[in-house]
């Protein structure tokens, strides 16, 4: 079964740094991987999807990046904000049926 | 609204109830998730439909656990006698078209507490 990991689980910045998140996954046979933020007692807001045959996408302010070789994805979130704060989701999809398999999140909290 | 809505947001059950949780997908997609989350962790795969046809119910983690899609738009996601480890939030997600290759929405979810 894909277990895919974020590192850190929680990470607190000051307003204006540039960061990396961290997601690895065990099965590197996936057709796309898809970063996702959740604020608390919310759905997921889909930021960015990376398809297999792709090395990076970008959106605004974010990039995130996919080696699937080495079984590794990043968030790049340049000149963070306070607004960016919420737990930041990664998800490996097409390894195995229909599911997308999750990490558990890195929780974010960008101080003013 | 143009988004994936879902009702009840919340939901108190005692244990033993029956309870139903409502998926609207976003109009014309094609492909409907179902996903639950424990407190602190990601959420896991439940059940996957292509139109009204369920696909892929691997992740269902008992068979009190049931969904449906009868008309390819609306899902409703069914537990019978409700437990304690029940309790979770319920995701609905949305695709445009079949499979996994393509962008998912997400619902708001439903918060399933089961005393």
């Known amino acids: ?112 | 609204g143009a988004g994936v809505s879902q009702s009840p947001r919340y939901k108190v059950a005692k244990r033993g109830q029956d309870v139903a949780l409502r998926c609207d997908p976003i109009s014309g997609h094609v492909s409907l998730f179902w996903y639950q989350q424990a407190l602190g962790q990601g959420p896991e795969f439940l059940t996957y439909f292509q139109n009204e046809a369920q696909l892929d119910k691997s992740g269902l983690p008992s068979d009190r656990f049931f969904a449906e899609r009868p008309e390819g738009s609306v899902s409703t996601l069914k537990i019978q006698r409700t437990q304690q480890e029940d309790s979770a939030v319920y995701l609905c997600a949305s695709s445009m078209l079949a499979g996994v290759l393509y962008e998912q929405y997400f619902g708001p979810g439903t918060r399933l507490t089961v005393t």
Do not use: H, M
């Open chain 1, 1 to 112: 079964k894909q277990e895919v990991t974020q590192i850190p689980a929680a990470l607190s910045v000051p307003e204006g740094e540039n960061l990396v998140l961290n997601c690895s996954f065990t099965d590197s046979a996936i057709y796309n991987l898809q970063w996702f933020r959740q604020d608390p007692g919310k759905g997921l807001t889909s930021l960015l999807l990376i398809q297999s045959s792709q090395r990076e996408q970008t959106s605004g302010r974010l990039n995130a990046s996919l080696d699937k070789s080495s079984g590794r994805s990043t968030l790049y979130i340049a000149a963070s904000q306070p607004g960016d704060s919420a737990t930041y989701l990664c998800a490996a999809g097409g390894d195995s049926g229909y599911a997308l398999n999750f990490g558990k999140g890195t929780s974010l909290l960008v101080t003013p």
